[in-house]
């Protein structure tokens, strides 16, 4: 199993937008107007600069190293 960060929450979500944009269905099958598709167009464009944003802050953790110190590791890089 693997831990959900929110890197990985928000490309579910951007993905889920761009989808339904591209289907124009939400994933219920209710079709969007031309606004709602252009709406989650424009979201998922904002969510992948926060995506960007938080990409550098994200998964630093402390681990071991093999002389028993403790040193930074950086996870979804």
Same mark, same amino acid.
Do not use: F
């Given at each position: ?10 490309? /579910?979500?951007?993905? &889920?937008?761009?989808?339904? /944009? @591209? ?11 031309? /606004? ?6 424009? /979201? ?7 995506? &960007?944003?938080?990409?550098?802050? @994200?998964? &630093? &953790?402390?681990? =071991? ?8 590791? =950086?996870?979804?890089?």
């Amino acid at each position: 199993m693997y831990k959900l960060t929110p890197s990985l929450a928000l490309r /579910a979500a951007i993905n &889920v937008l761009r989808d339904s /944009a @591209e289907s124009r269905k939400m994933p219920s099958g209710e079709p969007l107007s031309d /606004a709602i598709v252009q709406l989650h167009l424009d /979201a998922a464009d904002t969510l992948e600069k926060s995506l &960007v944003d938080l990409r550098g802050h @994200e998964g &630093v &953790v402390a681990k =071991i190293d093999s002389s028993g110190g403790r040193t930074p590791a =950086i996870l979804n890089s």
